[in-house]
């Protein structure tokens, strides 16, 4: 049975492998997947969900986990941009669970939360290689829009709540 809730803080491991595997089938990085996540860890890639408390649930955010059972497959989260903002982060599936819904209901969690926060619009960022991603997200309503921030090469999008 699919459920969907807050994370846990001692799931965040496991959300960085599933976010790392799903990132290196897309980018087909040179090495191994844990040369990858050894690389992203000592960048600070994934600082946020290191202190997800203060990044997330302080912050008029929410860092979700979508579970199959009692096993980890998927993530969500959305956090303060600005006052009437919020930003879509870390919104990854194991590639098996591709299809099922469970990335719009994580969506669906995620934008009634924005919109009980009354924030007026969601910005994301994602690559062009997240094809499969683009896609869901036009399928949402989201536009795409100038580049947001310093990420060089990025897509930014807008969804207005």
């Known amino acids: 049975m699919i459920t969907i809730r807050p994370i846990h803080p001692d799931e965040i491991p496991a959300a960085k492998r599933i976010i790392m595997t799903v990132a290196y089938n897309i980018f087909g990085w040179d090495g191994t997947l844990e040369d990858s996540i050894r690389h992203f860890e000592s960048v600070g890639e994934y600082d946020d969900m290191d202190h997800v408390q203060t990044h997330y649930f ?11 059972d009692d096993q980890l497959i998927g993530s969500g989260a959305i956090r303060k941009w600005d006052e009437t903002t919020a930003e879509l982060k870390r919104m990854w ?3 098996s669970y591709y299809g099922k819904g469970i990335g719009f209901q994580l969506f669906s969690h995620l934008s009634d939360f924005a919109r009980s926060q009354d924030y007026k619009r969601i910005l994301l960022q994602t690559s062009p290689e ?32």
């Open 58 to 68: 302080e912050n008029r955010g929410l860092f979700l986990a979508a579970l199959d």
């Open 93 to 95: 599936l194991l590639e």
């Open 130 to 161: 997240q094809t499969r991603a683009i896609a869901f997200y036009h399928k949402l309503g989201f536009h795409d829009i100038p580049r947001y921030n310093n990420e060089q090469g990025e897509i930014s999008m807008e969804l207005k709540l």
